[in-house]
């Protein structure tokens, strides 16, 4: 089945309390998607299902469209048992997933030289290993009916970066699994795609001194850092773009070309 229209979907949104997971969250309940939050923090999901919600209802007032159900479904990524439980609960309870967002991610920087095994490890199992669990979980139903995964990585992971080795090094990861998934599954009607941000403002960017943001912003050919709403569109494009698939799709104004 060739995914199109995205009102009623299935939608999985990992890391969705996050800048970017947020924004993509609202981006399905305002197309009429059933979504499912899935993050380490039940307080902070919770929150976000009630100003889903109220969302959902605004837009069902305004537009006539059928309203969206936003589902909580509390899970760490890195835990697989724990992401399997998750997908369960989801299919029981607003049915089998038709599009997964992988956009849960840590960046844990540091150079090389001072990065702990345990730092180095988290940048792995959360940016590269994260996404290969909950898309495994979520391809069974999918294998049936299709679908497709949108993975987030990053432009440091065909560029690199200083003080970023094992995060761009997870993000590098991205893009073979990204392509070897996609001709895993494409037979049976499963786009899977990655779009890397540039630096988006979001809490993970919050940190960066002014002066790093100031030359980050002088290289990039557009001059600006990048919205949320930069990469919604690029989601709401793969999401419905049905002869895309295997992809990496950099969306980064221009920085590293
Ligand atoms: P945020 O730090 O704002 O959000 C990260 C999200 O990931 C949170 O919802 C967090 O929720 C969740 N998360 C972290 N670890 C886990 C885990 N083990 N299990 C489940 N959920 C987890 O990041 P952004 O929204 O900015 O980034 C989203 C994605 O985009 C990431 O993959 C990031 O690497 C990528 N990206 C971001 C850029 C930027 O400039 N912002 C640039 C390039 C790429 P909780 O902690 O509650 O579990």
Do not use: W
């Not at 795609?193 to 912003?217: C, R, S, V, W």
């Not at 569109?233 to 992809?247: E, K, P």
Request: net charge neutral; charged share 20%.
């Amino acid at each position: 089945m060739a995914l199109s229209g995205l009102a009623q979907r299935v939608v999985v949104v990992a890391g969705a309390t996050g800048g970017i997971g947020r924004a993509i969250s609202e981006l399905y309940v305002r197309e009429g998607c059933k979504v499912a939050l899935l993050g380490r923090t039940e307080k902070t999901l919770v929150e976000l299902q009630s100003h889903l919600l109220e969302l959902a209802n605004k837009e069902h007032a305004e537009n006539d469209k059928q309203l969206s159900a936003v589902y909580v479904a509390t899970c760490d990524v890195t835990d697989s048992p724990s992401v399997k439980k998750a997908v369960t609960d989801i299919i029981a309870n607003i049915g089998a997933p038709d599009i997964l967002v992988n956009a849960a991610g840590v960046a844990e920087d540091g150079l090389l030289l001072r990065s702990s095994d345990k730092s180095i490890q988290n940048n792995i199992n959360t940016n590269l290993i994260g996404p290969m669990v909950t898309s495994r979980a979520v391809l069974p139903p999918m294998l049936r009916k299709g679908g497709c995964i949108i993975n987030i990585g990053s432009v440091v992971g065909t560029h690199g970066n200083v003080g970023q080795c094992a995060y761009s090094a997870a993000k590098a990861g991205l893009v073979g699994f990204t392509k070897s998934l996609s001709k895993e599954v494409g037979s049976r009607g499963i786009r899977v795609n990655l779009i890397n941000p540039g630096y988006i403002e979001t809490p993970m960017t919050a940190h960066i001194p002014q002066e790093k943001i100031d030359k980050i912003i002088q290289n990039t050919t557009l001059g600006r850092l990048g919205t949320t709403d930069d990469i919604v569109q690029a989601v709401r494009f793969v999401s419905t773009c049905t002869f895309i698939t295997g992809q990496v799709l950099h969306v980064d104004g221009g920085l590293v070309l």
